[in-house]
């Protein structure tokens, strides 16, 4: 191992690797030290080459990092694997706002994106939570989703080309910036969503799309899930497409994001089973906003609002996100299982309450709360486990994931796989599926260097 690194500083140069308690902290304060051999901050593509070249010569496995705001251990590493984070390789390379794209380097945070293309007037689609440090290598590796999927699509939708390293070095680049290129097989689409188990990203050309000056959002109660389901289809088609968000919290949700002094006073009353945020964009300010609140008159003349309130302005608009974005007030759960699935919309309220009759048997009482993109399928879950034990946290995820199949669900939905969710893939995928995937990993990877393990056992 001592040989590797001296190599790779000779590669990279000094100030690129780091080893000792750099990487030993890597994993923050009050985390298990990183057992990684070495930390490596390339900062050009060619030296990501060097590094992967290098590395599986060596037959050493390489861990990529993006921003580390991954829930699924899908960059955890083991003892003596080198980590490549790409943190110094942020740089904006190229808007055009005439295309409508942006080529950028993979370390790039996804806010920094968002808040260049709206300097020219255009809008990076993708949207979430953690925007300030998640990254765009990132955000491809695990195929990201977030609050506005409903519309505009998950990452992949947002991606025209890629720039990627294979595990031997060889730079593959298909940096084009076209919608349509129907030139035999996707290249790129092996790689979004594939979690660095096949390659290194390390720059793209993104879609942008016009920037709406126009933004609606509303917060409604409902009394069931039954009226939140067909609220949903009712403000798609009255909004006509312009829907940006619909992010549907259970109360058991809304009642701890609500609490906080930094919150205030709800908007809505916490009594109701259902409350749903809607978010709309559209070119027209006083029309959008007229369109806006009829559609929400309507909805409530059929019943299927019981309670609402207009945002005013950005301020109140805030606190409506800042209340669906308040994951942290789930500590008073701890110790929690928390889940990224997806539910057809139709086997929602079956599927929770089957589970929910399951979990109760397992643990006595369940205490448990649920929200997520309904717009979308997503769902959010998470479960008060009592007392951490790891047999009875898999127990506990095998009655939320074992439902899934039954129903057409997806074990996840916008978090990727990692280590975390590798024992219960097979919920969601067939063999045959499965066994092609590790055909490809194969093929592209056959020292098995990038990211073992994480998806599928090799």
């Not at 990092?65 to 110094?88: C, K, N, P, Q």
């Amino acid at each position: 191992m001592s040989d590797l690194v001296d190599e790779l500083r000779a590669a990279l140069g000094e100030g690129c690797v780091f080893t000792g308690e750099v990487v030993r902290d890597r994993n923050g304060p009050g985390m298990p030290p990183c057992p990684a051999a070495a930390l490596l901050k390339p900062d050009s593509t060619a030296a990501v080459a060097r590094t992967l070249a290098l590395c599986n010569a060596a037959g050493r496995a390489v861990v990529t990092e993006g921003g580390r705001t991954g829930l699924v251990g899908g960059t955890r590493t083991a003892d003596g694997d080198i980590l490549l984070s790409l943190e110094r390789m942020q740089r904006i390379e190229r808007i055009d706002p005439r295309a409508r794209t942006m080529t950028v380097q993979a370390g790039a945070t996804l806010q920094t994106v968002q808040e260049a293309a709206e300097a020219e007037g255009l809008l990076m689609a993708l949207d979430l939570g953690a925007r300030g440090s998640a990254t765009i290598g990132g955000n491809i590796a695990t195929n990201a989703g977030g609050n506005q999927v409903i519309r505009y699509g998950m990452m992949r939708e947002q991606v025209l080309g890629l720039e990627v390293v294979l595990a031997d070095g060889t730079v593959l680049s298909t940096l084009n910036g076209v919608l349509k290129n129907n030139t035999g097989y996707d290249l790129k689409q092996l790689f979004i969503g594939s979690e660095g188990t096949l390659g290194v990203v390390t720059r793209a050309v993104l879609r942008l799309r016009p920037l709406m000056p126009a933004r609606n959002t509303a917060l409604v109660a409902s009394r069931s899930l039954t009226q939140v389901i067909a609220l949903l289809s009712f403000i798609e088609r009255e909004l006509g497409g312009r829907m940006n968000a619909f992010e549907v919290m259970w109360n058991s949700f809304y009642r701890i994001a609500c609490r906080g002094p930094h919150l205030g006073a709800p908007p809505i009353a916490d009594v109701h089973p259902f409350y749903v945020l809607i978010e709309s964009t559209g070119s027209e300010p006083a029309a959008e906003a007229e369109q806006f609140l009829a559609a929400l008159g309507r909805a409530s003349e059929q019943g299927l609002v019981d309670e609402a309130v207009l945002a005013q302005n950005e301020r109140e608009r805030a606190a409506f996100w800042a209340i669906r974005d308040n994951i942290a007030g789930m500590i008073e759960l701890l110790p929690v299982a928390i889940f990224d699935i997806s539910v057809p919309v139709t086997a929602m309220e079956s599927y929770l309450e089957r589970t929910g009759e399951q979990l109760r048997s397992l643990l006595g009482e369940l205490r448990w709360v649920v929200f997520g993109h309904l717009g979308d399928s997503n769902l959010h879950v998470a479960v008060r486990i009592g007392r951490e034990e790891p047999a009875l946290r898999h127990q506990v995820e095998d009655i939320v994931y074992g439902g899934l199949a039954a129903v057409g669900g997806s074990v996840s939905a916008e978090h990727g796989i990692g280590l975390d969710k590798r024992d219960f893939l097979h919920y969601s995928r067939s063999e045959p599926e499965i066994a092609l995937m590790r055909t490809l990993k194969r093929a592209l990877d056959p020292r098995n260097i990038l990211n073992p393990g994480k998806i599928f056992s090799s």
